[in-house]
C-alpha cells in the first residue's frame, strides 16, 4: 500500500524543526493551534532525549507498559518556540 | 442517478469535487502475534476450526497440554483436519487417519509401513498467556523476535481481579477499518456516544497508543440509581496489528473501577475478520467479587454494543485512502504509515513507518460543540416528557 500524506500537511503548515532546548534532540514540530502539537521524532533524536533514557532505564513494565508519555523539556520548547514566534501557530 | 455522481468523481480535477480513492486491499496478511480467544476453549479434547489469514487452520490440544496450530488441510488426499479427532499427541484426519504432530509432520499412518517424504504441513507458532491463545503470523516465516511479545495482563491472573468476559463476532469489511478508531475521536461522541475531553497518541517501534479522557454523557444513559459515573480515563496500546490492551479506569462519584479491556482481531481474509473483545474488572472494597463479575458482565454487554456500532458504520461505508482530515481528526495517515510495517518485508520496514510521532489533539472546539449537543438533547427529552 502507497503510504500517503497527511493532507493537513499539504494545505497547511508543514512540519517544522525544533531544538529540545535540554538535550538538543532535533526534532520535526508543528501546531495547528495553541492546544494541538504533532512531534515526529527521529531514532536520533529519541536517543538524545535524557527524560527518554531516565523512563527506559527504570522501566518496570507497569500498567502502561513501559509506554514513555513524551519529554516535559520538549514540551516546554514546544511552548517557548511557540511564544517568541519560532514556531507559529495559526490564530483562531 | 449513481452514474451521474461516479462520472464526477472521475473529473474531478476539473470540478474541484475530491474524489475517493482506494487501492485494492493487501493481498498478504499482517505479520504478529494475533490472539484466537480463550484458551480454555480450545482444551475440550476435540480439534477447532479457526478461518485465519485466508486459510483454514486446526487448534487442538495435544497430549503434553500444549495448544497447536496446523494448516487444516491434510496433505494425504486434501481432508478437513479439524473434522478428525485427537489420538494422543496427535491429531488424526477424518478420512484416512494419517496421525499429524504439532510440529507439522505426520508421525504415523497406522495402515502404512512407512510415512512417505515430505509429510510435512505449515504449523504455526503458538503461545498461551494470561488465558488466551495466541498465534504468530508471518508471511516471511521467521520466528517472533522477543521485542514484539504480549505484554503481560497483571489481573487476568489475580485473585482479586474477575476472569475475562470475552466476546467474539465475525466483521464483513478489510480489519483496517478497526484500525482506525485508534486515532478516531470524533467517533467516539457520534458513533458510541462518549465524550472525548482528552485525546492523544503515541506511535513508536511495533506500538500504537491511544490516550483518551472522557466525560459521561448524560443524554446517552440518563443517570438511575446507585453510583453515578462521572467519566473515564484510557491509555490503550495495540501491541502489533491486531492486539490492544487497553487500561481503562471508570470513574464513579463514590469510587474507581479498574479494568482492563481487550480489543484485538485477526483476519479471516482480505474482507473479513474476527473481532474480540475481553475484559477483565478488579475488585474493590466498593465492588467485591460478586459485584465486580456482574460488572464485567454488563461492561461486557456495553462493549458489544459498542462493536454493533462500528459494524453499522463499516458496512456501509467505503474504503478510503484518502480521507480528507479536518485540524481536529486524529493522525489517520500517521497511523496507517505506522500500520504499514506489518505488511511489508521486514528488510523492507522504513524508518518512518516506526519512528515516534506524537499527536496530541485540541479538543477544545469539539468540547465545545458537544457540550452545545448534549445540553439541546437533555432540552430536547425534557421538552418531549412535559408533552407525554
Ligand atoms: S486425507 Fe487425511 S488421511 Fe487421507
Ligand atoms: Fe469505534
Keep these: ?92 | 442517478m449513481k452514474g451521474w455522481v461516479n462520472v464526477t468523481a472521475v473529473e474531478a480535477s476539473t470540478t474541484g469535487i475530491r474524489s475517493i480513492e482506494a487501492e485494492a486491499v493487501p493481498t498478504r496478511f499482517a505479520r504478529g502475534w494475533h490472539c484466537l480467544g480463550l484458551s480454555g476453549q480450545f482444551k475440550d479434547g476435540r480439534p477447532h476450526t479457526v478461518n485465519a489469514f485466508g486459510q483454514k487452520l486446526v487448534v487442538f490440544q495435544s497430549g503434553d497440554g500444549g495448544l497447536n496450530v496446523l494448516d487444516a488441510y491434510c496433505r494425504h488426499m486434501g481432508a478437513d483436519l479439524s473434522k478428525g479427532t485427537i489420538k494422543g499427541d496427535e491429531l488424526a484426519c477424518p478420512f484416512h487417519d494419517w496421525r499429524w504432530g504439532g510440529d507439522g509432520r505426520c508421525k504415523k499412518i497406522p495402515y502404512a509401513r512407512r510415512v512417505p517424504l515430505r509429510a510435512r504441513t505449515a504449523a504455526w507458532i503458538t503461545m498461551e498467556q494470561d488465558g488466551l491463545l495466541f498465534v504468530w503470523n508471518d508471511p516471511e516465516g521467521n520466528p517472533p523476535p522477543p521485542e514484539v511479545a504480549i505484554p503481560r495482563i497483571e489481573g487476568a491472573t489475580r485473585d482479586d481481579w474477575t476472569d475475562w468476559v470475552w466476546q467474539e463476532i465475525v466483521v464483513e469489511t478489510n480489519c483496517r477499518e478497526v484500525m482506525d478508531n485508534v486515532v478516531d475521536m470524533a467517533h467516539f461522541f457520534y458513533v458510541h456516544y462518549s465524550f472525548p475531553t482528552y485525546f492523544k497518541n503515541i506511535f513508536e517501534g511495533h506500538v500504537a497508543t491511544q490516550i483518551m479522557n472522557g466525560l459521561s454523557r448524560p443524554d446517552a444513559r440518563p443517570p438511575g440509581k446507585g453510583p453515578r459515573m462521572l467519566g473515564n480515563s484510557s491509555v490503550a496500546s495495540y501491541h502489533g496489528p491486531s492486539f490492544m490492551i487497553d487500561d481503562l479506569t471508570y470513574h464513579y462519584d463514590d469510587m474507581d473501577l479498574k479494568s482492563v479491556l481487550i480489543n484485538a482481531h485477526y483476519p479471516i481474509d482480505g474482507n473479513s475478520f474476527m473481532l474480540h473483545s475481553g475484559i477483565i474488572v478488579q475488585h474493590s472494597d466498593k465492588l467485591p467479587r460478586e459485584g465486580a463479575e456482574a460488572m464485567a458482565q454488563k461492561l461486557g454487554d456495553f462493549i458489544l454494543k459498542g462493536f454493533d456500532q462500528d459494524v453499522q458504520i463499516w458496512k456501509h461505508k467505503t474504503r478510503i485512502d484518502n480521507p480528507l482530515l479536518c485540524e481536529e481528526d486524529g493522525p489517520v495517515y500517521q497511523l496507517r504509515r505506522w500500520y504499514e510495517q506489518f505488511y511489508v518485508d521486514v528488510a523492507d520496514v522504513r524508518p518512518e513507518m516506526v519512528e515516534r510521532f506524537e499527536f496530541e489533539l485540541d479538543t477544545t472546539r469539539p468540547v465545545e460543540a458537544w457540550k452545545q449537543e448534549v445540553e439541546a438533547n437533555l432540552a430536547r427529552r425534557a421538552a418531549a416528557g412535559r408533552q407525554a
Design chain 1, 1 to 92: 500500500m502507497t503510504i500517503r500524506a497527511d493532507n493537513r500537511l499539504l494545505d497547511g503548515a508543514p512540519m517544522q524543526p525544533l531544538d529540545c532546548h535540554q538535550c538538543g534532540a532535533e526534532v520535526e514540530v508543528r501546531k495547528a493551534s495553541w492546544h494541538q502539537t504533532s512531534v515526529q521524532w527521529s531514532a536520533q533524536a529519541l536517543r538524545a532525549c535524557l527524560e527518554r533514557r531516565a523512563a527506559r532505564s527504570g522501566d518496570g513494565g507497569g500498567p502502561d507498559h513501559g509506554l514513555f508519555p513524551g519529554c516535559t523539556a520538549l514540551r516546554e520548547s514546544i511552548v517557548r518556540a511557540a511564544l517568541d514566534g519560532a514556531l507559529a501557530v495559526p490564530e483562531d
